[in-house]
């Protein structure tokens, strides 16, 4: 099916919804496993999610999205999706004239792409804490987060390489999104993918600007970012979730990337 579709894909439970002058906002719930046939959106797609996975295929490549995730689907991108059951996201729907607005300061966002970095993954979760709110300053507060998530895509876009990505390093890439809790070394990806490693490590930071090992360490953060946001787990805990050797070195790499303690950014992400 090839037909402009924007509501719920049937089986997704909205469980709440908001509305501001050019987005949609919408808190939506899989609980069982829901494939869905390639079909496109008439409007442009922010995704964030919240708990679980699902697995977006467009251009022959699938991508797998985790907690705390950020996804620019543009519109009219030819897509397909896997909703594996427990998986709960926050949508926007973004209207062209916002778009038109962005690419006034900053590239046209075109293509799919997984909005990452310390920027935006506190604005994601900022933008969930104002969504949860009810006051009469959450609507302003959503729209400036909202804009700012979208210069963060267009920044990446413009710092991306010219040319495809080899499918080979494309896997390489889907290994460490889905595998990063894991203790994997650049030897076993690299054999996974079929590649001599040095090779696989010269070409991941030419495509991704960042080493395997970056990568790595920045999911882990992303990951502690959402555990933070959305659980009660100690401090501890969560080191040893996330494949820090202890709570020391846990809280020195997440100031690192995030500029602020990990106890900081659960104070300000409860404040719901």
Same mark, same amino acid.
């Given at each position: 099916?090839?037909?402009?579709?924007?509501?719920?894909?049937?089986?997704?439970?909205?469980?709440?919804?908001?509305?501001?002058?050019?987005?949609?906002?919408?808190?939506?719930?899989?609980?069982?496993?829901?494939?869905?046939?390639?079909?496109?959106?008439?409007?442009?797609?922010?995704?964030?999610?919240?708990?679980?996975?699902?697995?977006?295929?467009?251009?022959?490549?699938?991508?797998?999205?985790?907690?705390?995730?950020?996804?620019?689907?543009?519109?009219?991108?030819?897509?397909?999706?896997?909703?594996?059951?427990?998986? &709960?996201?926050?949508?926007?729907? +973004?209207? *062209?004239? =916002?778009?038109?607005?962005?690419? @006034? #300061?900053?590239?046209? %966002?075109?293509?799919?792409?997984?909005?990452?970095?310390?920027?935006?993954?506190?604005?994601?979760?900022?933008?969930?804490?104002?969504?949860?709110?009810?006051?009469?300053?959450?609507?302003?507060?959503?729209?400036?987060?909202?804009?700012?998530?979208?210069?963060?895509?267009?920044?990446?876009?413009?710092?991306?390489?010219?040319?495809?990505?080899?499918?080979?390093?494309?896997?390489?890439?889907?290994?460490?999104?889905?595998?990063?809790?894991?203790?994997?070394?650049?030897?076993?990806?690299?054999?996974?993918?079929?590649?001599?490693?040095?090779?696989?490590?010269?070409?991941?930071? &030419?495509?991704?600007?960042?080493? +395997?090992? *970056?990568? =790595?360490?920045?999911?882990?953060? @992303? #990951?502690?970012?959402? %555990?933070?946001?959305?659980?009660?787990?100690?401090?501890?805990?969560?080191?040893?979730?996330?494949?820090?050797?202890?709570?020391?070195?846990?809280?020195?790499?997440?100031?690192?990337?995030?500029?602020?303690?990990?106890?900081?950014?659960?104070?300000?992400?409860?404040?719901?």
């Amino acid at each position: 099916m090839n037909a402009y579709q924007d509501a719920s894909h049937g089986a997704g439970v909205v469980l709440r919804k908001r509305q501001l002058p050019g987005f949609e906002i919408t808190e939506e719930s899989y609980e069982t496993f829901t494939k869905t046939s390639q079909h496109r959106h008439s409007n442009a797609h922010l995704t964030f999610v919240l708990d679980g996975s699902y697995v977006e295929r467009y251009s022959g490549a699938g991508i797998v999205y985790g907690p705390g995730s950020l996804r620019f689907l543009p519109a009219r991108e030819l897509h397909d999706n896997e909703f594996q059951g427990g998986l &709960r996201w926050l949508q926007v729907r +973004v209207e *062209e004239p =916002i778009l038109e607005r962005v690419r @006034e #300061h900053s590239a046209a %966002l075109e293509r799919p792409l997984e909005v990452t970095g310390r920027a935006s993954t506190w604005l994601a979760n900022r933008l969930y804490v104002e969504f949860c709110r009810k006051d009469n300053i959450s609507p302003v507060a959503m729209e400036g987060v909202i804009l700012e998530m979208l210069v963060e895509g267009a920044r990446a876009i413009e710092t991306s390489p010219q040319g495809s990505t080899p499918r080979w390093l494309q896997r390489a890439r889907e290994i460490v999104e889905t595998r990063f809790l894991e203790p994997l070394s650049l030897a076993q990806i690299a054999s996974s993918v079929g590649v001599h490693h040095v090779h696989l490590s010269r070409e991941f930071r &030419r495509h991704h600007r960042c080493t +395997v090992g *970056e990568l =790595i360490r920045r999911k882990r953060v @992303e #990951h502690a970012c959402h %555990l933070l946001a959305h659980s009660e787990m100690m401090l501890a805990e969560i080191a040893l979730v996330c494949g820090f050797s202890d709570q020391s070195h846990f809280s020195l790499m997440f100031k690192r990337h995030m500029g602020l303690t990990p106890s900081k950014f659960r104070d300000l992400s409860a404040a719901k």
